[in-house]
C-alpha cells in the first residue's frame, strides 16, 4: 500500500448550522443555512492530504448507519485510502455545529455507545506510510501503531486538539507535538507556560493560537508565525487542515519555517468557508495563498 500520509483516529459526521448567534438558555433560533458533510480531526486531515496532492489512508470507525455510509463513500470520492477502517453496528460518531457570522462556533459531539477500538482491531502488518498522524482518539490502536513504527524511523505527528485520555498517552512518544490553545491552557494554564514544560519531553512543539498565529520550540530553538490574513467565516476544522498539511509538508522534507507556513495556509484557508470538508484547500487554492 503506497500512502504517503496515514491518519488513525476519529471519524464523524458534522451537521453545519449558520446561525446570527449562539443560542442563549431555552431560546428557539433558526438556522441561516446547513451544509453537511464527514469531518473528525484525523479524517478531516486525510482529506487535507488528498487534495493537496498525495497520497493519504485513514483508518478508524465508522458505523454501517447512513451517516457512515455518507462519510465512507465521501472519503472515497476524494481519493482517500478507506482500506484501514473498520466498519460496525455501532452509531457513526455525529456533531452538530452552530457557527456566527464571525466564525465563533459551537460544537456538540454523539458518540453514543461507541467505543475506541482495540489494540488489534486493525491489522497494519507491511502498512509503511512516509508519515503517520494521530488524533489521539484511538489510543489503543494508536499505542500500538506507534510501538511498531518506532523502529521502523518513520515520522509521527500528534494533533493535540485537548486533554483526554489519548493525547497523554502519545504526546511525548511523537516527533512532533502539534497542538491547540484550548490543550496548552488545560495542560499548563497558559501557552508560554505549556511550550516550556511540552518542549521538556518532546523533540519538537508547536502550539497553534488561531488568528494570532503559533508558536514553536526544537530542542532550545524557539520561535514565533503569524497567521495569514483571510476573511474567516468558519473555524470548524481549521487545526484539521494544518496538521494535514504540516504531514504533507514533513513528507515533502521542507525545511522548518517553510512548513510551518505551508501548514498555516492551509489553517487560514478553511477558515473562508462553512464547514471543515468544504473549507479543506485545494491545491490550487494553496498554493495562490503561498504565493501571495
Known sequence: ????VLCVGHASYDLVFSVAH?????EKIFAESLVSCGGGPAANAAVTVAKLGFKAAFSGYLGQDIYGEKHY????QYGVNTDLIIRGT???????????????????????????LLSEAIDFYGITPKVILFDGHEPQLSTSLLKRTQSEKIPTVLDAG????????LMEQVDYLVCS??????????????????????PTVVITLGERGL????????GVLPAFSVNAIDTTGAGDAFHGAFAAAIVLKMNWLDALR???????????????????PSKEEHRALLER
Open 90 to 116: 455501532s452509531p457513526t460518531p455525529l456533531s452538530t455545529v452552530l457557527v456566527k457570522a464571525d466564525g465563533k462556533r459551537a460544537l456538540i459531539n454523539y458518540k453514543g455507545e461507541t467505543r475506541p
Open 1 to 4: 500500500m503506497n500512502i504517503d
Open 162 to 169: 485537548s486533554v483526554h485520555e489519548g493525547t497523554l498517552a
Open 262 to 280: 505551508y501548514a498555516s495556509a492551509a489553517g487560514a484557508l478553511c477558515c473562508t468557508k462553512i464547514g471543515a470538508r468544504s473549507g479543506l
Open 22 to 26: 449562539h443560542p442563549a438558555e431555552d
Open 215 to 222: 508558536i514553536w520550540q526544537r530542542g532550545q530553538e524557539r
Open 181 to 202: 490553545e484550548k490543550f496548552a491552557r488545560q495542560f499548563a494554564g497558559d501557552q508560554e507556560t505549556a511550550l516550556t514544560r511540552l518542549a521538556e519531553n518532546s
Open 73 to 76: 463513500q465521501e472519503l472515497r
